[in-house]
């Protein structure tokens, strides 16, 4: 008998032709989520199983595997030879004492010569004969025993399934720059984004000296967090002070922040040039707050020479922060450090902005060398998963 973790997968099935080149990345992020620890990895019947692991160990390494997108759920199994006798062994250790309970048995190896709906109620009767009060419930049982008896000569005996995070694998979709700030919505786009294949880097925009040192770290910290699901984050860190004070010392302040957001676009779009990244993810929200109008996107993603992608969108504040508590990002972006945004704040922005009217205003300054020196002043950081 081994101890072993069944690893399902989702959708990958449903990419016919590709499926090998999302399966080899799905394998290859699993093998470098778990490069910490010793283990056997097989692919045998359209699932993984993980065994010969340290028992101890066993948590941390579901947890690990909890992370992993384009896994959709895993089980603690029992792996034994697909023995009569060697199943009912393991059946018999599952204490259903004062439990209502339901056998599954799933025959994929015909040389398995009793049928699945027999042997079901022969397990049934070896708990009922071990376990004097437990009863069989077919409809809502409260432990379900499923055993699957696989083509390569095993049986795999286990109870729970454990969800997992679903998605497609990391990598497979490319990647893209999530512009980050030190908020909680956009860490959890940038989650939202990764979980659908792609691969990040991240934009911050600082006020130096406007904004605070811890501000910034703020986001190093929550970069990290993301790297417990990304692996790793190239994090581009700016300065924007300079754009500020410029559109705050020669623009209309209720522009102010239209203009902020399209220097953003343009900036991040020559960072996609220059890194080869094939789209923009921002933290948006439908309504939120002014700069999130359909009218305030338009005017901003038209700066961006790339799809703009802003999986917030259509999510209420109360949905967005459910994610951030579950991906423990939340309790960081609450700390009460400003965000370049909240310097210069106009008391009343621009709620639907018209192209040609912030073209004009954007004319009073030289865009150009705004978004260069920029650039000039880019730091860049790596941020890698913290050790456990
Ligand atoms: P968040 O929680 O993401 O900060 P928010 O509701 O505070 O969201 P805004 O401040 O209006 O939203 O910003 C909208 C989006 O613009 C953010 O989600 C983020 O993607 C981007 N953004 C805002 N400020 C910055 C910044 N300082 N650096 C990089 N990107 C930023
Ligand atoms: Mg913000």
Do not use: W
């Amino acid at each position: 008998m081994r101890n072993v973790i069944l690893l399902r997968f989702g959708e990958l099935f449903l990419k016919g032709d590709n499926r090998h080149i999302f399966e080899s990345m799905l394998i290859s992020n699993i093998k470098t989520k778990l490069s910490s620890y010793d283990f056997k990895f097989e692919k045998t019947f359209g699932r993984y199983v993980i065994s010969d692991y340290q028992a101890s160990l066993e948590d941390d390494i579901v947890g690990e595997l909890k992370k992993v997108f384009g896994l959709y759920s895993l089980s603690l199994a029992k792996e034994v030879d697909a023995d009569r006798d060697a199943i009912e062994g393991i059946v018999r250790t599952i204490d259903c004492e004062g439990k209502s309970f339901k056998v599954s048995v799933k025959r994929a190896d015909k040389r398995f010569s009793i049928p699945s709906m027999e042997f079901a109620k022969i397990l049934g009767g070896v708990v009922l004969d071990n376990y004097k009060t437990a009863s069989v419930d077919l409809y809502n049982p409260q432990i379900e025993i499923k055993v699957d008896i696989r083509l390569n000569g095993k049986a795999y005996i286990y109870v729970d399934e454990i969800k997992c995070q679903g998605g497609l694998p990391l990598g497979s979709a490319g990647k893209g720059l999530l512009l980050l700030s030190g908020g909680i919505d956009s860490p959890v786009a940038g989650y939202l984004i990764a979980k659908r294949g792609l691969r990040l880097e991240a934009l911050h925009f600082h006020s130096y000296p406007y904004t605070s040192v811890e501000a910034k770290e703020k986001v190093l910290s929550l970069a990290e967090k993301l790297c417990e699901y990304v692996d790793n984050i190239k994090l581009h860190i700016i300065s924007f002070t300079q754009v500020q004070e410029e559109i705050h010392k020669r623009c209309r302040p209720e522009y102010m922040i239209t203009i902020m957001r399209r220097i953003m676009m343009r900036v991040a779009s020559r960072l996609c040039d220059k890194y080869d990244l094939g789209c923009i993810i921002t933290g948006e929200s439908l309504g939120q707050v002014a700069s999130q109008t359909m009218q305030s996107m338009a005017v901003t993603g038209a700066m961006a020479n790339r799809p703009v992608f802003r999986p917030c969108i259509a999510m209420d504040k109360e949905e967005i922060m459910k994610i951030a508590r579950d991906i423990a990002t939340y309790d960081i972006s609450i700390l009460p450090y400003e965000d370049c945004c909240t310097v210069f704040l106009p008391k009343n922005p621009v709620i639907k902005p018209v192209a040609s009217k912030v073209e004009k205003e954007e004319g009073y300054l030289n865009i150009e060398a705004l978004v260069n020196d920029c650039l000039e002043k880019e730091e860049m950081v790596e941020i890698v998963k913290p050790k456990q």
